[in-house]
């Protein structure tokens, strides 16, 4: 009964041996979600170079148009919980050059976070402008774009995990 009415504050949780590792699984699991999601959205992209009726096109852009502005809301909120929980703690841990040295590349990856964002919105202009009826040129234009804004992301995904993972897992290991 006591524990379920003590408070813990946040910094008692970060100072909890499992908080830290708990961290470390969720960025995991939801990079892995939304590289499934960035995979699945650029193979739909692709399968518009494909189409002989661009009538079909036209709804599978606004379908793609729905798959891409959702996972960029999920972006953004995983973005957010990164920049705020996350690096906060496993900055932490680390030691003051190597912790700076994180910062600054952290600070690049953004940038491809931001380039990302910016093909996304020509991808969401165009399906919103698109005249009826629409032509293979548009149609392979907008799946170009899509494809683009997948793969940057997917590259931003690869670059991320290549510096983080390997320090959150030392941490995790030594936290053990």
Same mark, same amino acid.
């Given at each position: ?10 910094? %008692?949780? +970060?100072?909890? $041996? ?15 979600? +939304?590289? %499934? ?6 193979? =739909? ?6 189409? @002989? ?22 972006? %953004?909120?995983?973005?957010?919980? @990164? ?12 030691? $003051? ?8 590349? =952290? ?15 020509? *991808? ?13 040129? *548009?149609?392979?234009? +907008?799946?170009? %774009? ?10 931003? *995904?690869? !670059?991320? @995990?290549?510096?983080?993972? $390997? !320090?959150?897992?030392?941490?995790? @290991?030594?936290?053990?």
């Amino acid at each position: 009964m006591n524990d379920r009415l003590s408070i813990r504050t946040n910094r %008692e949780y +970060m100072m909890d $041996p499992g908080y830290f590792p708990m961290l470390v699984e969720r960025l995991k699991e939801e990079h892995l979600q +939304m590289r %499934e999601q960035l995979s699945g959205i650029r193979t =739909m992209a692709a399968s518009l170079y494909s189409l @002989e009726d661009c009538s079909i096109g036209m709804c599978k852009l606004i379908e793609l148009q729905d798959l891409i502005l959702s996972l960029v809301e999920e972006l %953004e909120q995983h973005s957010e919980w @990164e920049e705020k929980e996350l690096f906060p703690l496993l900055q932490s841990y680390l030691h $003051p050059t190597t912790a700076m040295s994180v910062s600054r590349s =952290m600070t690049v990856l953004e940038q491809d976070h931001d380039l990302a964002k910016r093909v996304v919105q020509a *991808f969401v202009d165009g399906v919103n402008a698109m005249k009826v009826p629409i032509d293979e040129e *548009f149609l392979h234009l +907008m799946a170009s %774009e899509l494809m683009t804004a997948c793969l940057i992301l997917l590259k931003h *995904f690869t !670059l991320e @995990e290549e510096l983080v993972y $390997p !320090l959150t897992d030392r941490i995790v @290991e030594q936290l053990a």
